[in-house]
């Protein structure tokens, strides 16, 4: 059966970034409808093995305290302040992650941050509709066609329509029809499986709560993040293909020999290791690229629909987050919603861009130099500046972590610090003996003039 309604504006997608884009717009004034092909996650049962603890950062956080909705989501979240690595020997070392204890991250559960933002928007007034998966678009005339779990179909035309329907995105499949469009997508040969580290009887963590624990193992690694009920959730990264892969290890001896051989202070914090692994599904990790990401003033693509990044900077649902902020700085200030999707689109690409690029430069650092003497010299060295300068110096992390520039810029001034990095470094081997005198004079040459042309001034 066939109806067609005509609407003001359509969110296709009710994940995290739909579901907080429609509070923003609602609170604009705008009349909102969340067309989400999922029945509502609020009643349903999470299917298991796709709980997945996401890291908000100051991104992310910033959004939600314009949408006034921080606290109720800081009420689920864990802090975390660190890395905790563990060796392949045993011993765990920690790696704080900011200058002081007010630079923390927070472990929260996708599927709970999913479900009280739906919860939100439905106060704020917009109208929810699920089991509505977009099957057919006009994007140029604004027409959506949703097909429903009874086989019915439902057709409705929309003033204005954003894509917000996650990495498959099946509005971006219909933005093909655009003039000049093009897509991209960089499979990392890496998949993902999650286990669950369950809490103490007692209900205390079995390991450090205010953590992102790491077992790096070069192309493998194990991740785990604290839940509010004592448990962390496990992600285990391995290839897709190969020795050692997922779809190597089809026998529990096979899985029970690889984490003996490579996370075995992990096997007594796991004990349904065998069937977590066995029951829990495999996701697949990719980039997406699209060179712009709207239609006329009519469509616009924002979150993993428009830029899915691999997770290993933890900022997939943060730049998602972000993409709504800065549209909706554009939008108070432009009157021509063509002219705003488009500046939008040519703006914010270049920051996609560079967080995509920081993502798999993390998967490397993550899964093969976390470990390596070299690397930890590094970062004892890199901690020392920002806390002898830190009005010049911060971390490429911090910056995408703790502040708001733009990737972009991070991802520039992360090029000048590896300089930096290279040449303190160079002949010694404890990070106390960095020469004071050349990092003056590296931060003076180098970082300063960058920092000056692009008007940062880090706080102490
Ligand atoms: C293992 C892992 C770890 C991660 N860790 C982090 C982290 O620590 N920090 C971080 O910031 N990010 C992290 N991410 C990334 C983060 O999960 C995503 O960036 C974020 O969920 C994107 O939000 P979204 O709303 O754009 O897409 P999604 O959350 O995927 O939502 C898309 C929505 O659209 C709906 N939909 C899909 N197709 C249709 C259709 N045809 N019709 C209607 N509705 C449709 C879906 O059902 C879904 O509800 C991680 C991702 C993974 C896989």
Same mark, same amino acid.
């Given at each position: 059966?066939?109806?067609?309604?005509?609407?003001?504006?359509?969110?296709?997608?009710?994940?995290?970034?739909?579901?907080?884009?429609?509070?923003?717009?609602?609170?604009?004034?705008? =009349?909102?409808?969340?067309?989400?092909?999922?029945?509502?996650?609020?009643?349903?049962?999470?299917?298991?093995?796709?709980?997945?603890?996401?890291?908000?950062?100051?991104?992310?956080?910033?959004?939600?305290?314009?949408?006034?909705?921080?606290?109720?989501?800081?009420?689920?979240?864990?802090?975390?302040?660190?890395?905790?690595?563990?060796?392949?020997?045993?011993?765990?070392?920690?790696? *704080?992650?900011?200058?002081?204890?007010?630079?923390?991250?927070?472990?929260?559960?996708?599927?709970?941050?999913?479900?009280?933002? !739906?919860?939100?928007?439905?106060?704020?007034?917009?109208?929810?509709?699920?089991?509505?998966?977009?099957?057919?678009?006009?994007?140029?005339?604004?027409?959506?066609?949703?097909?429903?779990?009874?086989?019915?179909?439902?057709?409705?035309?929309?003033?204005?329509?954003?894509?917000? @329907?996650?990495?498959?995105?099946?509005?971006?499949?219909?933005?093909?029809?655009?003039?000049?469009?093009?897509?991209?997508?960089? @499979?990392?040969?890496?998949?993902?499986?999650?286990?669950?580290?369950?809490?103490?009887?007692?209900?205390?963590?079995?390991?450090?709560?205010?953590?992102?624990?790491?077992?790096?193992?070069?192309?493998?690694?194990?991740?785990?993040?604290?839940?509010?009920?004592?448990?962390?959730?496990?992600? !285990?990264?391995?290839?897709?293909?190969? *020795?050692?892969?997922?779809?190597?290890?089809?026998? *529990?001896?096979?899985?029970?020999?690889?984490?003996?051989?490579? #996370?075995? =202070?992990?096997?007594?914090?796991?004990?349904?290791?065998?069937?977590?692994?066995?029951?829990?599904?495999?996701?697949?990790?990719?980039?997406?690229?699209?060179?712009?990401?709207?239609?006329?003033?009519?469509?616009?693509?924002?979150?993993? &629909? &428009?830029?899915?990044?691999?997770?290993?900077?933890?900022?997939?649902?943060?730049?998602?987050?972000?993409?709504?902020?800065?549209?909706?700085?554009? !939008?108070?200030?432009?009157?021509?919603?063509?002219?705003?999707?488009?500046? #939008?689109?040519?703006?914010?690409?270049? @920051?996609?861009?560079?967080?995509?690029?920081?993502?798999?430069?993390?998967?490397?650092?993550?899964?093969?130099?976390?470990?390596?003497?070299?690397?930890?010299?590094?970062?004892?060295?890199?901690?020392?500046?920002?806390?002898?300068? *830190?009005?010049?110096?911060?971390?490429?992390?911090?910056?995408?972590? /703790?502040?708001?520039?733009? /990737?972009?810029?991070?991802?520039?001034?992360?090029?000048?610090?590896?300089?930096?990095?290279?040449? !303190?470094?160079?002949?010694? =081997?404890?990070?106390?003996?960095?020469?004071? =005198?050349?990092?003056?004079?590296?931060?003076?040459?180098?970082?300063?003039?960058?920092?000056?042309?692009?008007?940062?001034?880090?706080?102490?």
């Amino acid at each position: 059966m066939t109806n067609k309604k005509k609407q003001g504006t359509i969110v296709v997608g009710g994940g995290l970034v739909g579901s907080l884009l429609s509070i923003f717009l609602k609170h604009r004034g705008h =009349d909102v409808s969340i067309y989400e092909g999922r029945m509502d996650m609020r009643k349903a049962q999470m299917s298991a093995g796709r709980s997945i603890n996401l890291i908000a950062t100051r991104r992310g956080l910033h959004a939600l305290a314009e949408a006034g909705l921080s606290d109720v989501v800081l009420d689920h979240a864990v802090p975390v302040a660190g890395r905790m690595i563990h060796k392949l020997d045993g011993r765990q070392e920690y790696q *704080p992650y900011g200058k002081n204890e007010s630079e923390v991250n927070y472990s929260v559960s996708r599927g709970e941050l999913n479900k009280l933002l !739906l919860s939100e928007a439905s106060k704020a007034g917009v109208d929810l509709h699920f089991d509505h998966l977009l099957r057919g678009a006009d994007l140029s005339r604004g027409i959506l066609t949703f097909g429903r779990g009874d086989d019915s179909e439902v057709t409705v035309e929309a003033e204005t329509i954003f894509g917000a @329907d996650g990495a498959g995105s099946a509005v971006r499949n219909e933005l093909k029809a655009a003039p000049g469009f093009q897509t991209s997508y960089e @499979d990392l040969g890496h998949g993902y499986k999650e286990l669950l580290i369950p809490a103490h009887p007692d209900g205390s963590y079995q390991i450090e709560r205010n953590a992102l624990h790491i077992w790096p193992r070069g192309r493998s690694m194990l991740m785990a993040l604290p839940n509010r009920d004592g448990s962390f959730t496990v992600t !285990l990264y391995l290839p897709t293909s190969g *020795p050692g892969s997922f779809e190597d290890l089809q026998t *529990p001896a096979g899985v029970q020999s690889l984490f003996e051989e490579i #996370f075995a =202070d992990s096997i007594p914090l796991i004990p349904d290791l065998q069937s977590d692994f066995f029951e829990n599904p495999n996701g697949t990790l990719g980039t997406r690229r699209c060179n712009f990401w709207n239609q006329e003033g009519r469509v616009l693509l924002l979150g993993d &629909a &428009a830029h899915a990044v691999v997770p290993f900077f933890g900022q997939g649902m943060n730049s998602g987050f972000e993409d709504i902020t800065v549209l909706m700085d554009l !939008l108070e200030k432009s009157k021509n919603r063509k002219s705003c999707f488009s500046e #939008f689109s040519s703006m914010r690409k270049p @920051d996609a861009d560079a967080i995509a690029d920081m993502s798999l430069d993390n998967f490397y650092e993550m899964s093969e130099r976390v470990g390596d003497p070299k690397f930890l010299l590094r970062k004892k060295v890199e901690h020392l500046l920002e806390k002898r300068f *830190p009005k010049e110096y911060r971390s490429r992390y911090s910056m995408v972590a /703790y502040t708001r520039i733009p /990737y972009r810029v991070a991802q520039a001034a992360g090029r000048i610090q590896a300089s930096m990095l290279d040449e !303190l470094c160079t002949g010694i =081997d404890d990070a106390v003996d960095m020469d004071l =005198d050349l990092a003056r004079t590296l931060l003076r040459e180098k970082l300063e003039p960058f920092l000056a042309e692009h008007s940062i001034r880090h706080t102490d």
